[in-house]
């Protein structure tokens, strides 16, 4: 991720491990779990700042999201250097209610990027805003569990939580 902005960050103990967020002033720039893919280059050099106020909406609607009180987040996202099929795939999937999930290919054809699976696949691994944008309801052909920058028990445990999974 390429930071444009200043980025504020704070940690977060949620039920699946420490994570790591990051706000700029205009919005959430990103939301990563401790040791997953993807960790955003120069992360240790941004300053620390758990009383940011939108750090601490944040912790709070992931608290209640874990707790099963949230069913959608509202926060202002502001993720630096996507390009805009990125972007269009990220909102694509903020479109995914919580206890749906959808394919790779259903959602390239819902982007109108049918030919584009494999690109759309590395878009939803590239989310730099975990649960948030909710790349884990995203599945293989067939309904198949695979792909989660955070680890396959993570985007388990995310989709059991979220009913979509038994």
């Avoid at 990563?32 to 912790?59: C, N, S």
């Avoid at 999201?65 to 250097?81: C, E, I, K, N, T």
């Avoid at 919580?98 to 030919?115: F, K, N, P, Q, V």
Wanted: glycine content about 12%.
């Amino acid at each position: 991720m390429t930071v444009s902005a200043t980025v504020f960050t704070a940690t977060h103990a949620s039920p699946l491990g420490p994570m790591l967020l990051a706000a700029s002033d205009q919005g959430l720039a990103g939301l990563w779990f401790e040791g997953q893919k993807h960790w955003p280059e120069g992360a240790t050099q941004w300053p620390a700042d758990p009383a940011h106020p939108l750090l601490r909406e944040a912790a709070r609607q992931l608290d209640a999201y874990f707790s099963g009180q949230l069913l959608a987040f509202d926060l202002p996202l502001h993720p630096q250097g996507a390009t805009p099929f990125q972007e269009s795939v990220w909102h694509a999937l903020r479109e995914i209610p919580r206890g749906a999930t959808e394919s790779y290919g259903a959602l390239a054809r819902r982007i109108g990027r049918d030919a584009a699976v494999r690109a759309v696949g590395a878009a939803v691994g590239r989310n730099p805003v975990s649960i948030v944008v909710p790349c884990h309801r995203v599945l293989g052909h067939g309904g198949a569990l695979t792909g989660y920058a955070g680890g396959l028990a993570r985007k388990s445990a995310l989709l059991r939580l979220e009913g979509a999974l038994i």
